[in-house]
C-alpha cells in the first residue's frame, strides 16, 4: 500500500514537474558529431546521459545523433567550420588540430563557459593540464573523453611459459624477453600496422625515454631538428624487431583490433596500448580472463633521461561545442553533463574519462584497478607521437613508419622526411 | 518526316534538362577548378589568397604527387590490360568451350560485378591474410607446397599494387566477358567454318579472324576500363588505404587528402586538372589505336 | 580392317575426351575462383570476433553467431545504407537513360543547327574523372543547400553519367534505320509517340547496357557519397561499410561480414531473377563502337 501511494506520488511529482519543465524550459534541437555507435563506447556515454538530461531535466531538448568514421573526422569537420556550420557538439582530435579552430574563433572556451556555470571542479585537474598543454593555451577548449595511460601489456601466461620472471624495465631486458620469446616459439608482440597509429607509438616510446617527455614538442616549435637521436635509434628498433620476427610476419596488414586480440587469445605475448584497452580486457569475452594480462610502463633507455614514473598520456577524442550555436538550453545541458559523466563512466564502464568521481562502484575490475594504480605513479606526461603535428605531417609519419617497417626506408631517411615536411610548412 | 524532326519544341525538351545538369555539375565545376589552381589555403578560411602559379611550381617538384602518378599509372595499366584480356579469355571461352550450363556459367562470372567495391574489399583484406592465420591465398600455397611463396601481400609496397589490380579485375573481368561474348556471338559462323576449313589453328583463328573483327569493341573495352581505373580510389581504400607508405596511393587519394585533410584547396585543385590532362591523353592514346586503318 | 581403321579413331577419341575433361576442369576452376569469396563472406558473417583471431579465416565456423546480424542491421544502420543505396542508384538510373535517350536521339537521328557543337560538348565530359569536379562541386553544394541532401547526391549522380552514356547510345542510334522512322512518321507518329513506342523498344538492348554500366558506378560510389553527404541518415553502403572502425581503427569482422552480406544478399537475388535480360540484353545488343 505504502508503496503504491509513493508510486502515485512520485509519478505526480514527474507530470507537475514535466508540465513545469514544459512551461519553463527552451525547445532545442542539438546535433552531436561522434564517431562512436550509439551503443558503442563513448556512444554510450554521449547518447544515455543526453537522454537522461531529457528526462530529468528538460523535456524539451532533443538531439541528433550523426556518426562518422574516425579516419574521415578531420575532413568532415574541416569541410564543416569551412561553410560555417559545425554541428553544436562535436568530437574531434585534442592538440594541433584544434588549434585553427581555437584561433578563428569558432570553438566554445570550456574553461570559461564552466566557470560561469560553477562547474569547472567537475573537471579533473591533471586532463586540464594535458589539455591545455596540448594546445598551449592557458583556458581549455574542448572536454576530455578519457583520461588515458599507455604502455605494455603482457600476456602472464605467456611470460611464464618462456621463463620471464619480470616485466622488463629497462629497453635491454626488454630485447632479453624478445629473444626468450622467440626460443620459446612465441611471438613475442603483436601492432596494428595496418591503422599505423600502433606503429608510431612504439617510436614515439623511445623518443621519449631517450630525450625526455618534451622531446616532440620541443621538435614541433622549432628548437630541435627532427633528425635527432631519439627518433632515429626509435626507428631503427622498430624496423630492426620487424626483421627479426618480433611483430610476425606481416605487421603493416594487422589491424589494431586483431593485433589486441591476439594478445588475449595467447598468441603474442606483448602489445603496446592505451589504458582505454581495460574495457575489452574487462568483457566478458577476454580469453585471457579478469587477471590473464599486465602491464608495465614503457621500459628505460640506458643513457636516456627518462624515468619510470613518466607515462605517456592522452585524452582520447575530444568534445568541442560550436562557439556559435552556444545558447542557454545548450549551457544546461553541457552542465549536467560535465557533472555526471566522471560517475557515470565509471560505474558503467569502469572507465576514467578526466572527471572527478564521487561515487565509485562496489566492485571493480581488476585492470581497473590496476589503471588506478599506474595513475597514482604519474610524475610528468608526454603525448603521443603525432600530437604536435598538423595533418600533413602526420600523414607523412603515419604513411612511412609502414615503408620503414618493411626496410623500404631508412631510419634516418624517416626522421629527414619529418623534417623536410615541417620545414616545407614553417 | 523532317517535319516531325525539326520540332524546335521537342529538342528543347530533350536537350535542355540534361543540359542543364551536366553544365553545372560537370562543366561549370572543371573551370573552377580551374580557376581555384591560382589560389592557396583552404577555401573559406583566413588564409585564403591568390597566390599566382605557385601551385603549378610546387607540382614539378612533389615527390609525393610524382609517386601517386607512378602508382596511377601502373595501376591503370595492369588493370586495364588484365580486366579486358581475362574478360576476352572468358568471352572465348563461353563461346568455343562451355557446351552444357552456358547461362549459368556466364551468370557465376558475371555475379562480382554487382558486389559493393567495399564489401569486396574487406573480402580480399581476409583473402590476402598473412596474421594472425594464413589467409585462402597463402594456405594455398602453402597446401601445395610453395610455402616459401607465402608472403604478406598487401603489406609490401612491391606486391600491394598487383594484389589491388588483382582484385579489381577479378571484380570486373565478368562484366567485359560479357560484352565481349556478345560480340563473339554477332561474327557470322561461316565465316568461322571458312577459316576451319582453310587449316586455321586456333592461334591463327584469333589473330587473323577474330581479333580484327572484335576490335572496335575491344577498344570501347580499353575506353570502359581506362575511366573506371583512371580515377582509382574505391577499391584503393578499402584494400590497403593507400598503404603500405604510399605504395597505393593514387592522385585521386592524394588529391582528396590534400583538398580536405592537409586544406589545401589550390594546390589539390592543381592535381585535379592533372588528373583531367591524364584522362584526355589516355582517350586519345586509345583513340589512336582507333585510326591506325 | 575395322580393326585398322579404328585405332586411331580411338587414339583421337581420347585425345578428345582428355582434352574435354581438362576444358572442364578450366571451367570449373573459373566457377570456383568466382563462387568462392562468397561461399566464404556467408560463413565468416557468422563468426564470433575471437574465431577470426584463433582460427584462419578459411577455416569452416564453429558458431553460428546470428548476433552479427543483429549488430550490423541495428548498430550498423545497414538497413539504412542499403535503402539509401537503392533509391539513389535506381532514381538516377531512370533519369540517366531518360535523358540519354532524349539527348542522343536529338544529336543523332534529329535535324537543327547546332547539333555538331553539342555532340562535341556532352561528349567533352567523358574525360572528366569524379575527382576533378569534387572540390567546386562541394563548394557549389554547400552554398546552394545541397549539401547533404539525397537530392544532391542523385543530381551528380545523374549529370556524372550523362556523358558516357549519350556516348555509348549514339552508336546504337547510328545503327538505327531512318527507314523505320519514316514509316512511323507516315503512320501518323508525332516525336513524342515515336520516341516512346518505336525508338525505345528499339534501343532496349542499347539501354540495358547503359543502365548495367551506371549501375556498377553509381553502386559503388564512394568519392560522392564521402564528399557531400555527412548524415549517417543519408549514408549509402559504400560509406557504411568502410564504418566499423571506432576511434582506433578497431574493426568488428563478423559485423563487416555480416553487413556485407546483409547488402550482396538482395543484389543478388535480384541479378539472379533478372540475369536472363541482362545477360541477354547486354550480349544480344553488344556495343557498337
Redesign the interface.
Known sequence: MFRKGFALLLALCLVLSATYALAEQPTKKITILSIWAEDNDNGILLTKLTDQFIAEVNPNFSYEYELVSADNLRQKVATMAASNDLPDVFVYESGTPLIPFIEDGYVLDITQALTDLGVLDKLDAGAVAILSNLTSTEHIYDLPLGLNVEGFWYNKALFAQAGIEAAPTTYAEMQTACEKLMAAGIQPFSVGGADKWPATRLINAYVMRKLGVDALAKCAAGEMSYVNDGIIEGAQLLQDMCNLGYFGEGPTTVDYNTAANMLMSGQSAMLYNGSWFTQSLASADNPAGDDGIGFFNIPVVEGGVGTLTEYSMNCGNILCLSAAKYDDATAAWLKYMVSNIGNYAIQNSGTLKGYTITEYPETLSNYTIMVADEFSKVTAASTWFEATMDSEMTATAQQNVQSLMNGDMTAQEYAQALQDVYDAAN | MSRVLRDRRAILLFIVPGFILYTVLVILPVLWSAYYTFFGGMIGSSKWSFIGLDNYARLFQDKKFAAALMVNVRYIAMTTFGQVIFGLLLALMFKFWVKRFGSSVRTIVFFPVVLPVVAVGQLFTKIYEIQPYYGLLNSLLQGVGLGNLVYPWIGKADTALIALAAMDIWTAMGFYSIILYGALLDIPGDILEAAEIDGCNAWQLFRRILLPLLRPILLTCFVFSFTGTVKMFESALALTRGGPGTATTSLSMYMYNTAFSFQKTGYASVIALFIFLLCVFGARLIRAFDRKD | MTTVAAKPENKARKKVRVRNVL?AI??LL??L??????F??YS?SFKT??E???????AFNQSLHWQNYVDSW???NMGVFFTN?LLNTSVSLVFITL??L??S??LI????KGRKF?SQ??A?????????????????Y??SGL?NTRLGLI??Y???A???S?YLLSGYMRALPDEI??AS?IDG????T?MWHIVAPLMKNALI?VV??QF??K?????YS??LI???SLKT???G???F?????????GA??AS?SI??TP??LM??LL??M??EG??????K?
Open positions: 576444358i578450366v571451367i573459373v566457377v575462383i568466382d563462387l568462392y569469396p562468397l566464404f563472406m565468416a570476433n575471437n577470426f583471431v584463433t582460427n584462419p579465416a578459411y541495428t548498430r550498423g543505396s535523358f540519354s532524349t539527348i536521339f536529338a537521328k534529329m535535324e537543327w553539342f560538348y556532352f567533352f565530359g567523358i574525360m572528366v574523372p569524379v575527382a576533378t569536379t569534387l572540390i567546386p562541386l562541394f563548394v557549389i554547400n552554398n549539401y543530381l551528380v545523374i549529370a556524372s550523362i556523358s558516357f549519350v522512322l519514316e512518321v507518329c508525332n516525336i513524342y515515336m547496357t548495367v554500366i556498377f558506378f553502386w559503388n560510389d564512394l568519392l564521402m564528399t555527412s548524415s549517417s553502403m559504400q560509406t561499410l568502410l564504418y572502425s571506432d576511434e582506433f581503427g578497431s574493426k568488428n569482422w563487416i561480414f556485407v547488402s550482396v543484389m543478388l541479378y539472379l540475369n536472363k541482362v545477360i547486354m550480349t544480344a545488343g553488344a556495343i563502337g
